[in-house]
């Protein structure tokens, strides 16, 4: 399995802050990288995929980075919308994995 | 705009076989691939496997001995079966769409969730 590793776990900011949440794989997977939002009782998101395409629809404010291990997901002036869980997930393997998820919560 | 929504018992015992179904409406499951993903209690999400109508499978190789994921083109719905199920199989289990991109090489992601239904496994 590729593990994916996500850092923080949880992160607490305020509205207008640039975030960036960061996703690790336990071996390379080139660019194979895909970002979704989820949020309570809601279906997850897509965001990001093929990590640094933004989804239509997606704000600008979201983007994506990385290749090989390392990966960001930047949110560069945080809204109160944005407030919700962030997953990683490779699509380099066929068995697909996620990352922990990350916790955006307001300060 | 594709839509999903996933059905069925929220309540299996034990031993028995986990059945959900995931309706697909604003297009059609002749395209595409169609995925199960879950979410065990305060962790994070696993995904299950795919599937499309022509037969492609793709399913995780831990569940693969008890998954079943067939698509019913008359219906517009694709199911999951998974049998013997334990404790550990309690969690809430999203369908989603997969879809490949072509740009130089060949990107799957899941474009379109569903909001999940919570399966509890007690007896």
């Known amino acids: 399995d590729i593990q994916m590793t996500q850092s923080p776990s949880s992160l607490s900011a305020s509205v207008g802050d640039r975030v960036t949440i960061t996703c690790r794989a336990s071996r390379g997977i080139s660019n194979y990288l895909n970002w979704y939002q989820h949020k309570p009782g809601k279906a997850p998101k897509l965001l990001i995929y093929a990590a640094s395409s933004l989804q239509s629809g997606v704000p600008s404010r979201f983007s994506g980075g990385g290749s090989g291990t390392d990966f960001t997901l930047t949110i560069s002036s945080l809204q109160p919308e944005d407030f919700a869980t962030y997953h990683c997930?490779?699509?380099?393997?066929?068995?697909?994995?996620f990352g922990q998820g990350t916790k955006l919560e307001i300060k | 705009q594709v839509q999903l929504q996933e059905s069925g018992p929220g309540l299996v015992k034990p031993s028995e076989t986990l059945s959900l179904t995931c309706t697909v409406s604003g297009g059609s499951v002749t395209s595409d691939y169609w995925s199960w993903i879950r979410q065990p209690p305060g962790k994070g999400l696993e995904w299950i496997g795919y599937m499309s109508y022509s037969g492609n499978t793709n399913p995780n190789p831990s569940l693969m001995s008890r998954l079943t994921i067939s698509v019913d083109t008359s219906k517009n719905q694709f199911s999951l079966k998974l049998s013997s199920v334990t404790t550990a199989d309690t969690a809430v289990y999203y369908c989603?769409?997969?879809?490949?991109?072509?740009?130089?090489?060949?990107?799957?992601?899941?474009?379109?969730w569903g909001k999940g239904t919570t399966v509890t496994v007690s007896s």
């Open positions: 989603a769409r997969t879809v490949v991109t072509y740009n130089e090489y060949y990107y799957y992601y899941m474009d379109v």
């Open positions: 997930q490779q699509s380099y393997s066929t068995f697909y994995t």
